[in-house]
């Protein structure tokens, strides 16, 4: 993906302050580390890609459920593909998140708490990297979605299990990307999300 000079240097400064972080905190599996764009960056931004293509403006409300290193979350907010917030209950990923605001001057919130926990807020999409099952995301996000609000999920090779599992107790519509980046990988659209009765 072509960036502008400006974005790929904060880029560069969000990989290098995690690097230096993941000696004190585990961010992301060790076995990743060799390749940071291709495991982490790119896989969040063809998130962002997407965004823009079926949601397209700036004005749009994204959280980012379990972010942990920020990914997707941090790279949409470099992206300006929307005003994005980030949920994540560990204190010291927090910090790390808090670091990145600060080095790079992205306009994003951080907040520190359990996903259950957030009360009051509502957003127009919702995503989620690595977090959990479908069934579960789809639990986290029912109380943050707007009105035609959207869910756009990161999933590796047991995607198709997951909506299998996730169809017995939910209603919704369903797009499907392969990734950019895995073989395995999927991302999912769902939209128009209503719990069975």
Known sequence: MSVSRETGQ???IYLNTLLEWQERINLVSRETLTDLEGRHLKD????GSWLEEIHPGAEKEIVDLGSGAGFPGMVLAIMGVGKTTLVESNG???????EVKRVTGVNVTIVQSRIERLKGRSFDVVVARGLAPLHTLLCYALPLLRPKGLCLFLKGKTAELE?????RYWCFNLEKKPSSTSEEGVLLLVSDLEKKI
């Open 44 to 47: 969040s931004q063809q998130v």
């Open 92 to 98: 010291k990923k927090c910090a790390f998140l808090r």
């Open 10 to 12: 904060l880029y560069s």
């Open 163 to 167: 909506v299998e599992e996730a169809r």
